[in-house]
């Protein structure tokens, strides 16, 4: 029996260490192997078998892309301000080997990398540039770390600047001017509106003008016109009036020639002329010299209208 339960119990562990060093290698990862101490291989995503007790994984490298949080860094710029300055790196390793060996603590290196780097450039702005450069500064850094930590098999893909912090008497001069500068914007924009209003309200009142102006014109031509059309009409009806009067009178005058009047009913309409005229308002009145042959005939006639009745 003990003969029998030895091979199983080889069999069992066996089995167990090949299983152990049976290794599968996830998506974005790769696995660093050493043989013997000294580098061998990189795995890449699949099934791999290590040989047992001679070769051992190193190192285990996500080749996702990362972001490092670097905590604030104290700055001085080129006009002596002191500020506090913390960055954002987005970094992707690229060669698994080199980020291996290359250095020890390669997180600690790019820290360190950056905020000297970060130094360097913002030593040469001053502190409004600082505040108004930043996509200066990060193109620089980017650069320069790119290029420092390509040898660490790290490729840094952006670098931001999070937060520039000023000193507190620095962040209050810089409130009080942005308020000064708010309210005198404030002030032009009130102004302009003022002087914009009396603008608009001058031009309402000459538009206003102009147009009562014109209205007062049209009225005055349109009364013009009705009292010369009127005067017209008026002038036309006297005309009219007139023109009939003169017709009457030639037919009057058609119609005495044509029935052939005597010498007595002329003298006699020649008196009703002369009564009338004497109901007018005329101070003078001529007498025709034969008044006295008119009176005459007008007793004629009178007897004559006596005999007949």
Do not use: C
Not at 50 to 76: C, G, H, N, S, W
Not at 295 to 303: E, F, P, R, S, W
Request: aromatic share 4%.
């Amino acid at each position: 029996m003990p003969y029998i339960l030895t091979p199983l119990i080889l069999l069992f562990l066996f089995l167990l260490v090949v299983i152990s060093n049976i290794k599968i290698v996830a998506q974005s990862y790769a696995f660093i192997v050493e043989r013997l101490g000294a580098y061998h291989s990189t795995w890449g995503v699949g099934l791999h078998f290590k040989i047992p007790f001679i070769e051992r994984i190193a190192k285990v490298v996500t080749l996702k892309e990362q972001v490092v949080d670097f905590k604030p860094q104290p700055v001085i710029t080129k006009d002596n301000v002191t500020m506090q300055i913390d960055t954002v790196m987005y970094f992707q390793i690229t060669d698994p080997k080199l980020y291996t060996y290359g250095v020890d603590n390669p997180m600690s290196a790019i820290e360190n990398l950056t905020a000297t780097t970060l130094r360097n450039i913002v030593g040469d702005l001053e502190l409004d540039q600082t505040l108004t450069s930043r996509d200066t500064v990060n193109t620089k850094m980017r650069s320069i770390l790119d290029e420092a930590t390509d040898p660490w098999g790290i490729k840094i893909n952006r670098v931001e600047l999070k937060n520039i912090l000023p000193p507190r008497e620095i962040q209050d001069a810089m409130e009080k001017q942005m308020k000064a500068e708010r309210e005198r914007r404030e002030a032009i924009l009130r102004a302009e509106g003022e002087k914009r209003s009396a603008i608009l309200v001058a031009e309402g009142q000459k538009q206003s003008e102009i147009l009562s102006a014109e209205a007062e014109k049209t009225a005055t031509i349109l009364r013009a016109e009705g009292v010369k059309e009127a005067q017209i009409r008026s002038a036309e009806g006297e005309a009219e009036a007139i023109i009939q009067i003169q017709t009457a009178i030639a037919t009057g005058i058609k119609m005495i020639n044509e029935s052939n009047p005597s010498d007595g009913a002329i003298a006699l309409k020649a008196m009703e002329a002369l009564a009338k005229v004497a109901e007018g308002k005329a101070t003078k009145i001529i007498v025709p010299s034969n008044l006295q042959g008119i009176a005459g005939l007008t007793t004629t006639v009178k007897d004559i209208m006596t005999e007949l009745k």
